[in-house]
């Protein structure tokens, strides 16, 4: 057995974000070392809520979780309440969460985490990026510390926030700009790609099979995300975004990628956020990014639903 990758990920739970923390907690294959938040789907104060709601809920104590920003680095704070609803994990009914928030930021714990471990860490944003790019502009002397960025972003194809823009990308475009010219190896894993990985009923039959309070869980999660995915875009079942990211952790062939140029949209009038994913290298700039193409979708399932019978 290959060593653990040692990895931070980075949220806005957000129903996606939740059962990517239980994918990225339980699989050997990943060292998880820290949860940290970021105002996205909800307020931060939310999304921190519910990163405790589900690490209480799923037995996750060894974890820290530790809050990140509030707002991105630029402009106001848009949420996506008309997804995840108004506590931003709506659906189950919650009890008062048992697991605590660090005393450190979420910024100050991944700085610490990257000078203190011996290796490189992979950090896996799965929500906007100005958690990310605090990091890289406060400590550039860290980015050997860094693995690689797999984030849940953008697309090579239309947006869902807006017509071009991907809401991760679209809630901090400058951060994310500042992410995707660090320098450091990002793999981007967009909508092209997180849309093959539809959370059928088949799949919500899988988890009620497992008979266990998490699969319940999960599909009291998935079914309220499911009519989100069916009111707002049409979806007759809704797309587990950001497990994916976490998947192509756990086993890169189940997510097929390619090196291009990807720039990003921060002027436009209706464009900004958008992705510029140069798939046909046009513009002669250089490749800075894998980008997600293929899922492997049988797999991923199997994955994602293996991992949810390993919590009781
Ligand atoms: O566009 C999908 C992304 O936005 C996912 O990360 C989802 O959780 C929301 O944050
Ligand atoms: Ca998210």
Redesign the pocket.
């Known amino acids: 057995m290959p060593m653990a990758t040692p990895m931070i990920l980075d949220?806005?739970?957000?129903h996606?974000?939740a059962l990517?923390i239980l994918l990225a907690a339980s699989h050997p294959a990943i060292d998880l070392l820290a949860i940290t938040t970021v105002a996205?789907?909800q307020t931060m104060e939310k999304c921190t809520i519910n990163a405790r709601r589900i690490c209480s809920a799923a037995g996750i104590t060894d974890v820290p979780i530790a809050k990140g920003a509030a707002e991105p680095l630029l402009g106001t704070l848009h949420i996506g309440e008309y997804v995840h609803g108004v506590s931003g994990l709506d659906g189950p009914e919650w009890g008062e969460p048992t697991v605590g928030v660090s005393s450190e930021s979420a910024v100050e714990l991944i700085v610490r985490l990257l000078r203190e471990h011996p290796e490189p860490i992979t950090l896996v944003p799965?929500?906007p990026l100005t958690n990310i790019a605090l990091v890289l502009k406060s400590h550039p002397e860290l980015k050997p510390k860094i693995r690689e960025i797999v984030l849940?972003g953008g697309s090579t194809e239309r947006g869902n926030d807006t017509p071009y823009a991907e809401f991760?990308i679209k809630v901090d475009p400058e951060a994310a700009d500042i992410v995707f010219r660090s320098g450091v190896q990002v793999t981007m894993v967009g909508l092209n790609v997180t849309h093959q990985a539809l959370a059928v009923p088949e799949v919500l039959e899988r988890l009620s099979g497992l008979g266990t309070r998490m699969g319940d869980l999960c599909v009291e999660l998935l079914t309220f995300f499911s009519a989100s995915y069916l009111r707002t875009w049409g979806f007759t079942s809704p797309p587990l975004?950001?497990a994916v990211a976490v998947a192509r952790v756990i086993d890169p062939t189940l997510v097929e990628c390619i090196p291009v140029p990807v720039v990003i949209e921060t002027m436009g009038r209706f464009t900004s956020g958008a992705t510029c994913v140069d798939l046909h290298h046009l513009t002669g700039e250089p490749d800075n990014a894998l980008v997600a193409m293929k899922l492997d979708a049988p797999r991923f399932w199997d994955l994602m639903i293996e991992a949810v019978s390993t919590y009781e």
């Open positions: 949220c806005d739970p957000g996606d974000d990517a996205g789907n799965v929500g849940m991760n975004h950001d």
